[in-house]
């Protein structure tokens, strides 16, 4: 705290600087001299916590409102400090200006509520928490019939657009006052995947609604001259309906796509085998049992695919409502346990638990989430960790039983002080060596891989979460841990915390 000195240090003007600068303990010195710098007006009539708000700077919000400053005062276009909070989407400031009184039923010069500027400012946490009061409604319009979507539209945020049109929160139709819909401002800025959204929930009719000037979407997309607008035209123009449709199988397609990606990894060891049970057969030297190898393979051929197909089709563990985070009913209860408001899932509008996360690829939130898996394009998560984690040793072996067994055919057939044996090999064999070699490189990605998952296993976490882990034990137990993992499927210790923050 800054020592008190003559009141003639500061000016007035001056607490607008210092708030500018988040210098709190000259803004508390500036109240301790007079209080009625808290009422004071500065530029387009904004009070200091207007700024502050404005800002999202909690202590400072905290300060001014604690001291008397008024969450209703509105500056000269009728917003509040409030409707400020709400556009900067600091759910604690909002939190704290609704308990000193901010009054939810304000409305600016323009008709504008507290859920249009969160609307506007693109903070769902916001939204979430002032849909919560029953003050609101989605569909409310301002003088100019502006819905939020109507600004969520002008704003491009498609996460703000899935959530108004989620539950017919918003009507994805509405006209404002010149007949304009989402659909009209999205398609003149040439928001393809806004339209997308608008169009998916609407259907292809509201492509024909015309403004006042006699405008569709459509019309006003085609004046656009960038390549966005080109791009949506011509998006538009074949037919969502038929892109929507090949979208909708793009998830499996990418599946299905990597299973003969895969299968050559396996096979590749089966047609060695194959090669060596005919080449090695004239080979009386060697005493190795092709037959038996070859036997090995199909089997573990058959146990990797298994797995494979299992771990593609397996639930991950989908965040059901049952088993929600039963401390949290509301964002408010988040707010007042003081907890980061991402533990509300935007997307599935859930709470999650420990160690729950959601997946953007795969639009669920998954439990004990570890990650997306690019070559599977499926998650890897509390119900199928192990399952994945033995799939990858089952590679691994896969492998390795090459390396060794091609290394083997060459080494045996190749050796010896009268043969150049790596010109024969380059000669022949070029084939195998190159195999091998492109093999050796991917146990070694392998092992990289299940050394992460191993290390995160043996801290009871995940890989996503590993990093937020700090707990340190002695090798022996963490090498327990991972066993018993693999062999019963429990971590043995608890999931790590998320630690609350203070925002
Ligand atoms: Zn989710
Ligand atoms: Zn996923």
Redesign the pocket.
Known sequence: MLPVTDRTEYEHGDIFDIIQKGNIDQCAHIIQLDRSTLKQKGWSGFTPLHYAAYQGNRALADLLLCNGADANTPCDAGLTPFHFACRNGNIYIIHQMLQHGADLRIVDHQGKTALHHSVAGGNIFAMQYLNETGMFSFADTDKFQITPLHLAASTGNTDVIRYLLRNNRCPADAMDQQGVTALHIAAEKGAAEVSWLLLQEAGLRILHLKNRNGLTPLDLCRQGTTFRHVLLDSHVAIGLRRCYSAHSRGTWGLRVDFLPAALPLVWEKHSLTVSQDEQLSGASSLEFSATALLHVSVVHFIVVLWMFWKVLTKDPGRLQQGDADPRFSSIMSLVEANQNPSKFCIYCEIFQPDGCKH?R??NIC?LEYDH?CLFLN??VGRNNHRLFVVFILGMAAAHLIFISSAAYYLFTKYSGPSRPAWAAILESEAWVLVLLIMNFFTVIWECWLLTEQFEAISMGTTTYFKRCESERRPLWQRWGTVLSFLLEGKRTTPRQRRSSIAI
Do not use: E, I, K
Request: aromatic share 0%; hydrophobic share 30%.
């Open positions: 997946c690829l795969c998954v997306h499926h998650c």
